[in-house]
T-cell receptor
Framework: DGGITQSPKYLFRKEGQNVTLSCEQN?????MYWYRQDPGQGLRLIYYSQIVNDFQKGDIAEGYSVSREKKESFPLTVTSAQKNPTAFYLCASRPDGGGNQPQHFGDGTRLSIL | QKEVEQNSGPLSVPEGAIASLNCTYS??????FFWYRQYSGKSPELIMSIYSNGDKEDGRFTAQLNKASQYVSLLIRDSQPSDSATYLCAVTGGGSYIPTFGRGTSLIVHP
């Protein structure tokens, strides 16, 4: 079955530690996105990538980094510079970044501070 | 900056009633409109897409788009307790293909 796989489902970060959230899709989609969701805040865009080897900052990129070396993979690193990382992280993809198709989401990763 | 506004709710309706969820957007050039359902602790799930003025029906769901008034709505007929969730409106187009999401409306369907 085609879909978006996020792992792990739950992640705990220690003070000063970088952690990486995985997002893999087998839908052959060009565009991939990372969102952060806090209670009552809706979805906030962290980074997006419309094509392999290219990515752009979203609204809240500080303290995060990404890479897009393969079409199917878009990992997100939460660095120690992100002082309030506790949130629900959602990865999404869609066929192309410039079209009108909807995004589809993975199941999310819930990150907490130890 | 594009804005998408939704009443946060909660909207409470009895089982079997019609639930009406509304969304307004600021960018007149917006072209694509989506409704997602998000259960507590889960990721958003696409339930409707609409691209042109008028109504689009899919089962118990009807999306209504009025570009002149810049609003899109979602009607849920014969509401069930299993429809209780947060409904997110998303809008794209108008010079940016990055979707803009509203904060969502919480719907509670009580037996």
């Amino acid at each position: 079955d085609g879909g978006i796989t996020q792992s792990p489902k739950y992640l705990f970060r220690k003070e000063g530690q970088n952690v990486t959230l995985s997002c893999e899709q087998n839908l052959n989609h060009d565009a991939m996105y990372w969102y952060r969701q806090d209670p009552g805040q809706g979805l906030r865009l962290i980074y997006y990538s419309q094509i392999v080897n290219d990515f752009q900052k979203g609204d809240i990129a500080e303290g995060y980094s990404v890479s897009r070396e393969k079409k199917e993979s878009f990992p997100l690193t939460v660095t120690s510079a992100q002082k309030n990382p506790t949130a629900f992280y959602l990865c999404a993809s869609r066929p192309d970044g410039g079209g009108n198709q909807p995004q589809h989401f993975g199941d999310g990763t819930r990150l907490s501070i130890l | 900056q594009k804005e998408v506004e939704q009443n946060s709710g909660p909207l409470s309706v009895p089982e079997g009633a019609i639930a009406s969820l509304n969304c307004t957007y600021s960018d007149r050039g917006s072209q694509s409109f989506f409704w997602y359902r998000q259960y507590s602790g889960k990721s958003p799930e696409l339930i409707m897409s609409i691209y042109s003025n008028g109504d689009k029906e899919d089962g118990r769901f009807t999306a209504q788009l009025n570009k002149a008034s810049q609003y899109v709505s979602l009607l849920i007929r014969d509401s069930q307790p299993s429809d209780s969730a947060t409904y997110l409106c998303a809008v794209t187009g108008g010079g940016s293909y990055i979707p803009t999401f509203g904060r969502g409306t919480s719907l509670i369907v009580h037996p």
